[in-house]
Structure formats: C-alpha cells, structure tokens
C-alpha cells in the first residue's frame, strides 16, 4: 500500500512543529463544537453568497464549494522553498512567453522542437513583435502543486491565463479569523488580506508608458460567469471599478470608460474573460462580452490587459513537459519544483505505453481543465478504462498521460470524524514590478475517502492555508 | 507599372446607425514589388491608424450617429514591378511556421486531405513546382461563379461544390498547402485588368506560399498566374478573416445592410518625356 505523506503527523505519529498547536487545540476542543463551528462557517458563506456553478449538471446548479475548518500549515521554512520555486517558474514562464513573441531565441537555440510550439493554436499571432510594458505578460499566474514528501513539490498545471479561486483563499481565511479568534491569538499566521493591494500595486506597475496616476478596472463577463462573485470581490477589494464589455468603448487609440461624469480613460483591464471573447473584430465576431477594437489599443500601447492576450500556449499541457527546460534555457538555474512526468500521446511509444498501463495512470485532455474528462486509472472500472481507451484512440494527440501522484493528506473534518483526506495547493503568483506571492494559497481537498480529485467541480472542498512566521 | 485606383464601399442602411467600430486595411504595402505613392482612406468618423502583427497597415474608423449611409474610400496610386511573383520576408512580422497553422476557413478536413494527398510526392520533389501542380488542380476542380459563395464559405465547402469565387480558390489553395506542410498566406488587394472598362464589384484575393530560399511566391489561382505587376496587395493573413479590407460591428441601422462596392484599377500612362 502507498504511504502517503501526511502533512500534520511523522511516521511514527509525531505531531511535525507546525502544527503543535493546532494538534493541541484539536485534543482541547470537544466534536460538538468543531460541528457547530462547521455550521457557522457554512452559513458565513451563504451569506456572502459565495457559490459557484458546476457546468455539466442540469440547470448549471450553483453550489457552496464545502470548507473545512482544520488548516493546511506550512511552517516559514518549508515556504521560503516552494516560494522561491514558484517565484523561479513564472519568471521563467513570463520570458519564455516574451521570446515567443520576440526573438524566438529558446527555438534557434533547439531547445524546444519549432513545429510543436509555433503550430501551437493558443499561441496568438496578433502578440508577434508586440512590446507590453515591462515584458510582463502573465500578471496572476495560479500553480496548481501536490506534495508526496518533506520537500518535494511537483508542478501539475501552470495556469496562466484567468485563474480564479483567489477570494475563496482570502474568504477562507477570513472566516476562519471569525469562527477561532483564540486560535489565531496562540499561533502567528502570516497575514492574507494585503493581497489585492498586491494585486493592484503590481497592475499599475504595467501600465502603459508615460501614465502617471493609472485607472485600472476588473473587466467580467457578468453575473452569469461562474466566478462572478470573485470578480466583484477583487475589484471592491481593490477600489476599482467592476465593469462589463458594454462599459467600455474605444476611442482615439484608447479605451475609455462609461462614467456618470462622463468617459474616462482606463489603463489597465484585470479582465477575466477569454481572448477569443475579447474583440470581435478579430477574435469570435458574435462575442458580446468584451470590448470591440481593444487589439488596436493594445497594439496602439494605450492599453495594458492583464493577463496579456495568448499566454494560453505556455500553460498547454503540451508544452508542460518542457517547463524544466524553459527554466533552465532563460534562467540558468536548475528547477525548485519538480515536474510530473509526462507521456504526450501524440508519440506512438508514449501512447503505447499508456494504453499498457491505463490502471496506473491518470490520462488528461490537453486542452480540458476543472477535472472534467479525466481518467484517474486507480479508481476506474475496467468499463471506464475501456470507453477511454476508445476516445483516446480515435484522437490520441488530444491526450496526456501522468502517473498517479501520492498527494499528500491533510487532516479534516468529515461526517466520521477527523479523518486524514487528500490535498492539492494553488498559490497565487503576481508579476508587476517584481515577482511575488503572498504567502497563502488555495488549499483544495477530495472529501471522499481515498479519492485524489480535489477539483471542486467533482465534489472537492477547501481548507484555509497557512504560513507560520517563524 | 503605375496604377491608379479607386476603392469605394457603400453601406446602405433601413434605419440610421448610431454607433459603429471597423478595423479597415485598406492601404498597400510596401515590398519589392509596388511602392505607395499617395494614398488616402476616407469614412465618416474619426481613423486611427495602428499596424497589426502581419505588418498590415490598419485603421480603426469610428462613427458616431453617421445617417443612414456609410461610404469609405480608399485612393491613390501605386508603383509596382513585376518580380516573376516572389517577394522576400520583407518584415519581422509573424514566424512563417504560423502559416502552418489551419483556421476555421482553412481546415484540413477529409474532403482536403483527399484532395492534397496525391500532390505530396510532387511537392516532396520539389515544393515550387508542386505548388504549381496544386493551383492548376484546384482551378480545374472549382468553377469560377459570382455570387454562389459568401466570405463565411470554407476551402472544404468550395471543394465540395465545385464553384466558387476568387477567395474560395485562394483558401482551398491554403489549405491543401498546408495540410503538406508549406506556410501559405492569404492576401487581399487589387488587381488592374487591362481591358476592364467598368470597375470591378469587388477587391481581389490570392494566396502566396513559403519557399524557403525564394520567399513568398504568390498564386492567384482563380487567374491560373502567379503574381505580376498587376497585382497590388493590401493585406496578408491566415486566411479572409484576419486579412479581410474591413471588419466591425454597428448598433442601429435595423438587420438589413445593402452593400456595393467598386473597385476602379487604371494604369496611369506617364506623358511621354
């Protein structure tokens, strides 16, 4: 059987030094009140009406992702590691996505094969040979991360287009703070809440050349978008306007915004709706969502969208597996976090030894996302496997391949008990004037015994994540 | 050569317009094979002009409450030279491998594949000469007829019907090139017709391919020629979509929109010295 590394406990039981003091208040605090608390921390959250949308099930139902109140600890030491290999990755990833568009140095040199990456579809052609204010292209970046031992952290996904999550993370914590205030008075967590004045420090840091006192709004598809609330969150969090497409209108080379004191112009969109639903006039003609002419402005320099248009390649699961080598190629370092191995289906040897070995692996869609459409190998019926095997063989370059991760468990709060479950992390790196991140995280729990899907479409849950001071 | 030419496109509305946001590329190029010598566009709203990442010279035209009828002119005179067809990589522009890249238009479907595969062995010899072969096949296959397509038919559509107009040839062209592996583009412009006495109803589109050692040779497969100094290119893309003379969007003006546009190429004699 597979050990798996548990985040609070040694091998021989031994509470690890972060999490003394929860272990100890954990013993003092009687079930019924973890269950009351458990309670009130739902009702905190409906109250906020913080839900989100499962797509695929009738009626779009909107749900509250289930909160765990037991905390994921990470102690200073075991951070300043992940953090630095963070920080390290979307540097890196940032000036892969800069000579892309630019030089294409990371090609001539041959250390990644020209046909793959320039055929990719996600990379954009309307960024080729175009300058965005202080090469920064992706300026939130979400890394999705598992741990199986002491220090070894792999990389799942880099997402680098739209990540969301983030006000569940500062929500999380928030309600924590309210629900155990003792808790908090005996343990020094690192703080949260300054994330989206980081957020905004760093967006008017890329504002176009020559603004002095930069406007900056969160742009969102509407209410209708499954993370709506997040984007009314950040944007009142932030102080700045929440808009919609409609909102905004170009003119003279700018973006200007609708006002009751008349337009004024905006500098730069937090904008949370896809590329292709950015501009009609170059990308899909029947979007509505986004704002008619803003390539012009972005090519104009006028403009600064966050995150930049086609930085969807870099995160491409197809080009994942050569994330160690981009850091190295642009760094000269070696990489922090580790990489899952990965088998590209595209290549008849890695396509044969998956179909061998469909038990052990986990088979992705190169373009899916959200744990839809996977095949977790370990916990599928052999009619599962073979209906995937069949959807894998009529498309195999739509597939990727990875062995199944020991993810760490964390202890939580379930209907049996304390009972230890599996958990991911995705922290939030921003990119500005220099690159950061706050030292947080959106802590993803399977709540389901046993199960190593923490997507809270397919029934995970969160946890609050901590940084102890020292 | 120096042609003169006059570029007039008519909206005509059922209601007036109240707003309304174009990207126009309306204004030539300039390479090795024509040189800009005056050029204007003019619309009924304020331009902005921006260059895209294919090294398009655009417009954005911006109208506010412009009536019920819009008209935009493009005019001026260009110099070109016949350079059998090729041009250089005259700007940084895209990476040529992106020409590689299929579009909704240009989608390698079955009906493509087909199509291509028996030209392989001719280009894998020698990609010129195949490229040869693949226009003159795809002109025999499609019949040359006005107004049975529209700019939403695909190269697998005009493949499939066996009719179309000058861009349908361009994108099956681009197509079948790609689906071999040669970079194609497509390219939208001007073409003079020696003994056309009225302007043509519509602007012109070709194609061009990637030789690696010669450079873009273009191929107006509808014409069964390659480039001349005939030709006057105003924009290159992936296919009509991105190289398209004007694209936007309005408010008002109720559904019915009645186009007409009118292409004047005139070759301007120089008096005689």
């Given amino acids: ?41 739902e009702m905190l959250f409906r109250r906020l009406g913080i839900t989100f949308l499962v797509y695929g099930q009738e009626g779009g139902a909107e749900r509250l992702i289930p909160f765990d109140i037991i905390p994921r600890i990470f102690s200073a030491r075991e951070w300043e590691h992940l953090s630095a290999g963070l920080i390290q990755r979307v540097r890196a990833l940032n000036m892969f996505v800069h000579d892309i568009y630019h030089e294409r140095e990371i090609i001539r040199a041959g250390a990644l094969p020209a046909e793959t990456l320039l055929a990719n579809a996600l990379i954009e052609p309307h960024m080729h040979g175009l300058d965005v204010p202080r090469d920064v292209y992706v300026h939130v970046a979400g890394i999705d991360i598992v741990r199986v031992a002491e220090d070894r952290f792999y990389v799942l996904e880099d997402n680098l287009r739209s990540p969301s999550g983030v006000s569940y993370m500062l929500e999380n914590r928030n309600t924590m703070m309210r629900l155990f205030p003792d808790l908090f008075a005996s343990v020094d967590v690192q703080a949260v809440e300054h994330y989206p004045q980081e957020l905004l420090r760093n967006l008017r840091a890329t504002a176009p050349a020559g603004v002095d006192d930069p406007t900056v709004v969160v742009l969102t598809p509407g209410s209708y978008n499954s993370a709506y609330f997040e984007h009314a969150f950040l944007a009142d969090q932030m102080g700045v306007e929440l808009v919609e497409g409609q909102d905004l209108t170009v003119r003279d080379g700018q973006v200007l915004m609708r006002t ?44 600064t969208l966050a995150n930049a ?22 760094l000269s370092e070696e990489p922090i976090l580790e990489n899952v191995e990965t088998y590209v289906l595209r290549k008849p040897d890695d396509l044969a030894y998956t179909l061998e070995h469909l038990p052990d692996l986990v088979v992705k869609e190169v373009h899916g996302s959200g744990g839809y459409g996977m095949l977790v190998g370990p916990m599928s019926t052999a009619g599962e496997r073979e209906a995937y095997r069949a959807r894998i063989l009529d498309c195999p370059e739509n597939f990727i391949a990875q062995p199944t991760l020991a993810l760490s468990h964390c202890p939580t709060f379930v209907d049996e008990g304390i009972a230890p479950r599996h958990v991911d992390l995705r922290p939030y790196v921003l990119s500005g004037e220099t690159v950061s991140v706050v030292p947080c995280g959106l802590t993803r729990v399977a709540l389901t015994e046993g199960s190593l899907v923490v997507n809270s479409s397919q029934g995970g849950g969160t946890k609050d994540t901590w940084v102890l001071d020292s | 050569m120096r042609l003169s030419i006059v570029h007039r496109t008519a909206y005509q509305y059922d209601a007036a317009v109240s707003f309304g946001i174009q990207y126009l590329r309306l204004t030539p190029y300039a390479n090795a094979s024509q040189r800009v010598i005056r050029w204007t566009v003019e619309a009924p709203g304020k331009l902005t002009r921006w260059t895209d990442a294919f090294g398009n010279s655009c417009d954005t035209l911006i109208f506010d409450d412009p009536g019920d009828r819009i008209e935009i002119v493009a005019a001026g005179e260009v110099e070109t030279s016949d350079t059998t067809g090729v041009l250089p990589d005259e700007q940084g522009g895209v990476p040529v491998e992106t020409y590689l890249r299929p579009t909704p238009l240009t989608d390698a479907d079955e009906t493509v594949a087909d199509f291509a595969a028996p030209h392989a062995e001719a280009v894998s010899r020698d990609r010129l000469d195949g490229a040869h072969r693949i226009a003159t096949a795809i002109r025999d296959r499609i019949d040359y007829r006005e107004g049975a397509t529209d700019v939403q038919s695909s190269a697998s ?45 519509a602007g012109h589109a070709w194609a061009a391919v990637w030789i690696e050692g010669l450079g873009w040779v273009s191929f107006d497969v509808a014409n069964r020629t390659c480039g001349t100094e005939c030709y006057v290119g105003t924009a290159v893309g992936l296919d009509y979509e991105s190289a398209c003379p004007m694209r936007g969007i309005r408010e008002g003006g109720e559904s019915a929109e009645r186009l007409s546009v009118s292409v004047d190429v005139r070759e301007k004699r120089r008096p005689a010295s």
């Fill in chain 1, 309 to 330: 248009f086609g930085t969807g390649f870099a995160d491409d699961k197809s080009i994942y597996p050569f994330v160690p080598d981009v850091i190295r190629f642009y």
């Fill in chain 2, 157 to 201: 559509e005009a493949l499939r019907n066996g009719y179309g107009v000058c861009q349908d040839h361009a994108h099956v062209f681009i197509a079948v090139c790609r689906a071999l592996h040669i970079p194609a583009r497509y390219v939208s412009g001007y073409l003079h017709v020696a003994d056309r006495d009225a302007p043509a109803p």
């Fill in chain 1, 1 to 41: 059987m597979t050990r798996f590394f548990d985040e609070m406990s040694l091998p021989d039981g031994e509470v690890r030094g972060a999490y003394r003091a929860l272990a100890q208040w954990l013993e003092d605090t009687p079930v019924e009140r973890l269950k009351s608390k458990r309670d009130e921390a």
């Fill in chain 1, 260 to 303: 009751i004191e008349g337009l004024k112009r905006v500098d730069v969109i937090y904008r949370r709706i896809n590329d292709e639903f950015m501009d009609p006039l170059v990308f899909r003609p029947d979007s509505t969502l986004g704002v008619p002419g803003v390539l012009s402005v972005c090519r104009g320099g006028r403009v």
